[in-house]
C-alpha cells in the first residue's frame, strides 16, 4: 500500500487552507479597501439637513418585544421622542408572546402595542410578518424596525426619510454597541460590529452594491412588503430575507450618517448563545442558498456573487485560526497566503476602528484579548454547528449585566 509522504500531506493540507481562506481574504481587502472611501457629500446633505427627504408620509417605528420590560422603557423613550419630532411618524410595539409587563410599559410610555400570542410559530420574523399585514391597510410609507434594547440617533427619521426620497426602496442604518464600556467582552463586540454592521455596508454602498439587512435598525417601504412579504422565520430572519431581495434584484441602500445602538450581552454564557445563533445561523443559510447563489454567479447574475462571497467568509475568529496555521506551516507559498491574510485582516480591523473613531489606546486593549477570544472561540464551535440545524428555534438572548 502507497502512504503519501509527509510533504505530501503538508502539501494538501496548505491547499485546503488555502482553499478555505483567499477567497474571503480578498473579499475583505476589497470591501475594507472601499469602506474606508469617504461617502458621498451629496448623501450626507440630505440626512442632516431636516428640509431634505422631510415628508407627511407616516413611519411606523416597529419594535418587536419579547419579555423585555426590564429594559424597553429607556428604548421607547428615544424612540417616542424621535416619533414626536418627526410629526408623522409612531411607534409600535410587538408583544410577542410576552408573560411580564412588556405590553403595560410600552403603552404607558405611550407607545401603540399589538399583543401576539403563538406557542408554535415564534421568533422575530414570525412576529415581523404577523405585524406587518396588520398595519399594511393603515397606508404607511414604510416601518422602520428598532430592537427593545436599542438607542438611536437624533436624526435617524431623517436620514431615512432622505433615502426614500431619492427612491430607496430599503435603508440599513450604522448598528452598533450601546454598552461598549461595560466589559472587556463588549468592547471586543463593538469592533466586530463595527467590522462588520458599518466597514463592509459602507464598502458594499460604495461598489454599488446592496449594503444588506443587519436585523437592527433598518427600514423597508410597505409597497416593497406587498410584493416581497416578510416571509423568513429562521434564526437569521434579517440575512434570509436580504436574499430574497436580492433575488429580485433589490438593493439596500447604507445610511452612514446615522445609527442605532444595541446592547449587547456581557454575561459569557449569553455572549456565547447570541454568537452561536448569529454564526450557526449564517451557515445554515449557506446550506440553504449557497447553491442557488452559486449558480447565479455562473449563470452571469453579478448581483449574486456579494452575498456568497460574505456567506463563505468564515467569522473573523475562525478565518484568523485558519490563517495562523497555514501561515506557520511549513513552505513559501503556503504561509506567505496566510500572512497576506492576516495582513488583509489586520487591515480590516484597523478600518473599522478609524470609521468608528476608536483610539489606538483602545484598540491596543482589544489586540490583548483576542488570543483568549479565539480559544473561547474554538470552545464554541460545537454549539455553533449545532445552531445550524434547520430546525433549530429562535431563543432570546439573555439580559444578563453579571461577568
Known amino acids: 500500500m502507497n502512504f503519501m509522504t509527509f510533504d505530501a500531506v503538508i502539501a494538501v493540507v496548505a491547499a485546503l487552507l488555502v482553499f478555505a481562506t483567499l477567497p474571503g481574504t480578498l473579499y475583505l481587502l476589497v470591501l475594507s479597501l472601499a469602506g474606508l472611501r469617504a461617502p458621498s457629500r451629496s448623501a450626507d446633505a440630505a440626512a442632516v439637513d431636516p428640509g431634505v427627504g422631510s415628508s407627511s408620509e407616516k413611519i411606523a417605528i416597529v419594535v418587536p418585544a419579547h419579555n423585555e420590560s426590564a ?3 429607556k428604548t421607547l423613550a428615544n424612540l417616542c421622542d424621535i ?5 408623522a411618524a409612531c411607534v409600535v410595539v410587538i408583544a410577542d408572546n410576552c408573560d411580564d409587563d412588556t405590553a403595560k410599559i410600552a403603552r404607558t410610555m405611550g407607545a401603540r402595542v399589538l399583543e401576539r400570542k403563538n406557542s408554535f410559530r415564534r421568533g422575530k420574523g414570525y412576529a415581523l410578518d404577523w405585524a406587518f399585514c396588520r398595519l399594511k391597510h393603515e397606508k404607511f410609507l414604510a416601518y422602520l424596525i428598532i430592537d427593545a434594547d436599542t438607542i438611536a440617533e437624533p436624526n435617524l427619521l431623517t436620514a ?3 433615502r426614500f426620497a431619492s427612491g430607496a426602496q430599503a435603508v440599513q442604518t450604522r448598528y452598533t454597541v450601546l454598552n461598549a464600556e461595560q466589559s472587556p467582552r463588549t468592547r ?11 466597514l463592509r455596508p459602507r464598502g458594499r454602498h460604495a461598489l454599488g452594491l446592496s449594503a444588506g439587512i443587519l436585523g437592527n435598525g433598518f427600514a423597508l417601504r410597505r409597497s416593497l412588503l406587498e410584493e416581497i412579504p416578510y416571509t423568513a422565520t429562521s434564526v437569521v430572519e434579517d440575512l434570509e430575507y436580504h436574499l430574497k431581495l436580492v433575488g429580485r434584484g433589490v438593493k439596500v441602500e447604507f445610511a452612514d450618517d446615522t445609527a442605532v445602538r444595541g446592547e449587547m450581552p456581557v454575561a459569557r454564557h449569553a455572549q456565547g448563545t447570541q454568537r452561536a445563533r448569529w454564526e450557526g445561523g449564517r451557515l445554515r443559510m449557506l446550506l440553504d442558498h449557497g447553491a442557488t447563489l452559486a449558480r447565479g454567479v455562473l449563470l452571469g447574475q453579478g448581483r449574486f456573487l ?4 460574505d456567506l463563505l467568509l468564515l467569522p473573523l475568529g475562525y478565518h484568523a485560526l485558519l490563517l495562523l496555521c ?9 504561509s506567505t497566503i496566510g500572512m497576506f491574510g492576516l495582513l488583509v485582516l489586520a487591515l480590516h480591523v484597523i478600518a473599522a476602528a478609524r470609521i468608528g473613531d476608536v483610539s489606538l489606546a483602545r484598540l491596543g486593549g482589544i489586540a490583548l484579548q483576542v488570543p483568549g477570544y479565539l480559544l473561547w472561540k474554538l470552545g464554541r464551535l460545537r454549539s455553533t454547528l449545532s ?11 439573555a439580559r444578563e449585566t453579571t461577568l
Open 306 to 309: 456579494d452575498p456568497l462571497l
Open 160 to 162: 431615512i426619510r432622505a
Open 71 to 73: 429594559g424597553i422603557a
Open 83 to 87: 416619533a414626536g419630532r418627526d410629526g
Open 188 to 198: 471586543l463586540a463593538e469592533l466586530a460590529l463595527l467590522a462588520f454592521n458599518c
Open 326 to 334: 497555514l501561515a506557520l506551516m511549513p513552505g513559501i507559498w503556503g
Open 387 to 397: 445552531a445550524s440545524r434547520a430546525a433549530t428555534r429562535w431563543v432570546r438572548t
